[in-house]
């Protein structure tokens, strides 16, 4: 790997942070810690799951609203129209404009049950689409939504996830978060399809780091994302090598990002799994430094 190269003589790039909502205090300090270190990094944005079927609506408003009292991050609260009737949607936007919160990313989310076949509320929200003009008719959002560069699991084809995105930019959104992918060419392949379709929005490719590869690979299965063999190949005969897997997680995610670069791409969003550790490194070694650091260099 030639270091010379990482940070590129110029370049700039807008970063973002996912976390998800903490189920114990144990969790929840884990949450503000790694908060508190990539704060000084000024991501674009931060965004905040919600867990299959609004499981998580409520630590999800909470911790968003404790972002926007205090923070200076601004937080994107993840939204789904799976298992609620219009009205209860409609005052979970409504609450979030209370809040403070300025950013959704809309979703069509998954049902509660591991392996249940989706089915739209009876009075709910039908699509993502239609959750997206909902969020603009009750408040100017910013409002971003998902992409599936390697298709959705319950998508027939590529060509009809475009065609589901192109209708979610339609009807307002103005940003595509993309499911994990590890091949660089995966994600530009999906962004020139989209481009093609008329799709003008920013595509962020979503990163995910690959320190517990076993629980990423089981992700992937879900999601419908590859494993592509070099990756499977890195990752052999490490299990019990936790050190070693977070350099190999680094130089993954290093690496991704160049090559992201080199195709045009400027945004990044960070899956960071409530964990700072490696998004820092990375970061750091693609140029992007806490605000405090840049301002003591230029000085």
């Known amino acids: 790997m030639n270091l010379k190269r990482l940070v590129g003589a110029g370049e700039t790039s807008a970063v973002s942070f996912e976390f998800f909502p903490p189920k114990t205090a144990e969790m929840e300090a884990q949450l503000w810690k790694a908060i508190a270190r990539l704060a000084p990094l000024r991501p674009h944005f931060v965004s905040v799951t919600y867990g299959a079927g609004g499981s998580t609506r409520d630590r999800t408003h909470a911790t968003v609203k404790r972002l926007v009292d205090e923070t200076e991050l601004k937080p994107a609260a993840h939204l789904t129209c799976v298992g609620a009737p219009r009205a209860e949607i409609d005052a979970v936007i409504g609450d979030y404009w209370a809040a403070g919160v300025r950013h959704v990313v809309a979703l069509r989310g998954d049902m509660p049950?591991?392996?249940?076949?989706?089915?739209?509320?009876?009075?709910g929200y039908q699509s993502t689409a239609e959750l997206v003009s909902a969020i603009r008719r009750i408040g100017p959002f910013e409002v971003s939504v998902s992409a599936y560069p390697e298709k959705h699991p319950d998508s027939p084809s590529l060509e009809w996830d475009v065609a589901i995105l192109k209708a979610k930019i339609d009807a307002g959104a103005t940003r595509a978060i993309t499911q994990f992918a590890f091949d660089y060419d995966v994600f530009a392949r999906f962004r020139d399809r989209a481009k093609a379709a008329g799709i003008g929005v920013p595509i962020v490719p979503g990163l995910m780091p690959t320190t517990n590869f076993k629980g990423v690979a089981r992700m992937a299965g879900r999601c419908g994302a590859s494993i592509?063999?070099?990756?499977?190949?890195?990752?052999?005969?490490?299990?019990?090598?936790?050190?070693?897997?977070?350099?190999?997680?680094?130089?993954?995610?290093v690496e991704q990002v160049r090559l992201l670069r080199a195709e045009g791409f400027d945004q990044f969003h960070f899956y960071t799994l409530n964990q700072a550790e490696l998004t820092l490194t990375v970061c750091n070694m693609l140029g992007i430094k806490p605000a405090q650091t840049q301002q003591a260099i230029a000085s």
Request: glycine share 8%; no cysteine.
């Open 113 to 123: 049950n591991a392996g249940e076949t989706y089915a739209a509320h009876g009075e």
């Open 228 to 253: 592509p063999e070099w990756l499977s190949v890195l990752y052999d005969g490490l299990d019990n090598d936790l050190e070693s897997r977070k350099l190999v997680a680094s130089a993954v995610l």
